[in-house]
């Protein structure tokens, strides 16, 4: 069974640091490329971040970038999502979701649960 | 990049069906999109993705057979045929756009389907 479990998240200041983390089981994690997702309260998705199987490529939405940085480590199945100097806007909830074995190729077809950031002082 | 435009909500009678829409913006009418269902309080979950010669691969995991989807220009639907009452969710599509360094993944704003 595929299971992908978020955790991480928090209440922070304006200004600082988070760094999600996303273990994931039942599948070869190291054949797949990954996503985060999210979505602040009461509003739709909004896709943040992904990553090659093996981590070589990264993408990130023109909001985050400079900011957040995606990677992977495939030995320990563990996807992960470091948020730097962030914002009021950048609070939500964090999913991370299971790819394809090619970015964009197929959808997501399994999420985690989700992690919630908050950014307030 | 695309623009993917839903309804913001849509109902529909215990057993009956409904159809949800998202269209593509003007000139994409080759894209494929994805179907995602989030019950109130959960995760989304893949239902199935649709291009304009219909499903595009395979349902996700647990997607009930009364769920069917179709394509026709800009617009991709998805289909809940005898509605039941677990169905009330919000729906999202989204698709895929560009690669290398210009690669984007966007959503549509999501419609939130009641069961009446």
């Known amino acids: 069974e595929v299971q992908l479990l978020d955790s991480g998240g928090g209440l922070v200041q304006p200004g600082g640091s988070l760094r999600l983390s996303c273990a994931a089981s039942?599948?070869?994690?190291?054949?797949?490329?990954m996503t985060w997702v999210r979505q602040a309260p009461g509003k739709g998705l909004e896709w943040v971040s992904a990553?090659?199987?093996?981590?070589?490529?990264?993408y990130l939405v023109d909001s985050v970038k400079g900011r957040f940085t995606i990677s992977r480590d495939n030995s320990k199945n563990t996807l992960y999502l470091q948020m730097n100097s962030l914002r009021a806007e950048d609070t939500a909830v964090y999913y991370c979701a299971k790819e394809g074995v090619v970015v964009g190729a197929e959808g997501f077809d399994y999420w985690g649960q989700g992690t919630l950031v908050t950014v307030s002082s | 990049q695309p623009v993917l435009t839903q309804p913001p909500s849509a109902s529909a009678s215990l057993g009956a069906s409904v159809t949800l829409t998202c269209t593509l913006s003007s000139g994409y009418s080759n894209y494929k999109v994805d179907w995602y269902q989030q019950r109130p309080g959960k995760g989304p979950r893949f239902v199935m993705r649709?291009?304009?010669?219909?499903?595009?691969?395979s349902k996700g995991d647990g997607i009930p057979d009364r769920f069917s989807v179709l394509g026709s220009g800009l617009n991709r639907y998805l289909t809940i045929d005898n509605i039941q009452e677990e169905d009330e969710s919000d729906y999202h599509c989204g698709a895929d756009h560009g690669s290398g360094s210009n690669f984007v993944y966007v959503f549509g704003g999501g419609t939130k389907v009641t069961v009446l």
């Open positions: 039942g599948f070869t994690f190291s054949s797949f490329a």
């Open positions: 649709v291009g304009t010669g219909g499903i595009v691969g």
């Open positions: 990553i090659s199987a093996g981590g070589h490529n990264t």
